[in-house]
């Protein structure tokens, strides 16, 4: 039976009590996604009880908490009853708040095999800054920021927030008149290298995933292209999606917004992928998206579909920004995975692909029938995957169906 903790309190920075929700699956795979919240958000907004569901789902612990001085209280966690703690907070205290997470986690569980973050937005800025804590195994932003004293006024505007001692701005969705201490400034003036994402990110060595949505105008892409060049890593544009990915406050129906439910996916396929420092593993991996790359290339035009998918397999294989730039730009010698299933797979990934843009020709089905040989694998069993996979409406087949239909043309 699942376990579901609602609106448990924890004590936060400067000992404020706040609230946080955990959900454990029945099938539990003993590893916990903590969800950290952006600016002016908390952890009930919009699609995020869904994003949490989404994940329970697929096996996975889902930690989501309100950072203690976001304005919210214990009694009204969603509105912004306390603006004098909204006031007052700053990004220290938001890393107290998720130390403090931590904290709940130790005393809440015995083991746990790996722990990752999704920070959104402001959130996302302040997992980036986890990259050197050792109790986080894997990072992803969503629309983070990527600097943050590019978040405070400047000039003129900054001369007269220190001589007022604060400024104003309004909340879009309660309309309320949202006061920002100076003291917010000072916090990050003490603190700026603990507070410095570009530095945290190239010191990194965590797998780290950075999405962000091509038209968003609250944390604009230039900054998710920073995040993924200071950490080496590719950043995936989500096409069309702004901010918060489709999702408002409130979100009114009982299913994900199309292009978050795109991002959910990316993420989840980053969190299931294994990552190794096996060289002839990485060649494979090499070669393997080489002869995509190839295909997306066999009606001499590589489609937008076939660029984005070919980006979403780069991820799942763990191949960095320079290794995929290369490889769009050179040949890769051809290696055979060893591996029966692996080869299995590996050919399913090529038949995905010309699937991909909804068209097939010649010209690719004569591709991978040349492969098929290079792998070993049997050009008639091919078509039989083609046919179950033209009657499955180009759907990916399931890997039992793939080995009995292979079985007799592997070597």
């Known amino acids: 039976m699942q376990s579901d903790l609602i609106n448990e309190i924890f004590k936060g920075a400067n000992s404020r009590q706040s609230l946080y929700d955990l959900s454990i699956p029945k099938n539990w795979n003993n590893k916990l996604i903590i969800f950290i919240h952006g600016y002016m958000g908390y952890k009930d907004w919009g699609c995020w009880n869904l994003v949490s569901d989404f994940f329970v789902k ?25 603006l004098d703690a909204f006031s007052e907070n700053n990004y220290s205290k938001e890393i107290e708040d998720f130390e403090a997470i931590l904290k709940v986690v130790e005393n809440s569980f015995e083991k746990i095999s790996e722990i990752y973050l999704i920070g959104h937005s402001r959130g996302g800025g302040i997992a980036l800054l986890q990259s050197q804590n050792e109790q986080v195994d894997r990072i992803c932003s969503w629309a983070g920021i990527a600097s943050i004293v590019s978040r405070f006024p400047t000039g003129k505007q900054l001369e007269a927030w220190r001589n007022n001692g604060f400024y104003i701005r309004e909340n879009g969705r309660t309309k309320q008149q949202m006061p920002h201490s100076y003291s917010q400034y000072e916090d990050f003036l003490q603190n700026k290298t603990r507070l410095n994402i570009e530095k945290y990110c190239r010191d990194s060595k965590k797998p780290t ?25 590719e950043l995936i544009p989500i096409a069309c999606a702004q901010h918060t990915f489709g999702a408002k406050q409130p979100w009114e129906r009982n299913e994900l917004p199309e292009e978050l439910l795109v991002v959910c996916k990316l993420t989840l396929q980053f969190f299931e992928l294994k990552f190794k420092n096996d060289r002839n593993l990485h060649q494979e991996k090499m070669s393997l998206l080489s002869d995509l790359v190839k295909l997306a290339r066999a009606d001499q035009l590589i489609k937008t579909s076939e660029i984005e998918f070919l980006t979403y397999i780069a991820i799942q294989l763990g191949i960095n920004d320079k290794d995929f730039n290369k490889i769009i730009h050179e040949d890769i010698d051809f290696v055979t995975s060893k591996s029966k299933a692996d ?45 179950k996979m033209k009657a499955n409406n180009g759907q990916a087949l399931d890997i039992n169906d793939l080995q009995d239909i292979f079985s007799v043309g592997l070597n």
Do not use: C
């Open 58 to 82: 697929e096996g996975y612990g889902f930690l989501k908490y309100n950072v203690s001085h976001n304005g919210g209280t214990i009694d009204n966690p969603i509105d912004f009853d306390d």
């Open 343 to 387: 080869r299995i797979l590996q050919f399913q990934r090529l038949i995905l692909l010309m699937n991909i843009d909804g068209e097939i020709n010649d010209r690719e089905i004569s591709f991978l029938m040349e492969t098929a040989v290079k792998m070993s694998l049997s050009p008639e069993a091919v078509k039989n995957v083609l046919k």
């Open 209 to 233: 995933l950075v999405i962000h949505g091509e038209e968003d105008q609250s944390v604009t892409i230039e900054e998710g292209r920073e995040i993924a060049d200071w950490i080496g890593t």
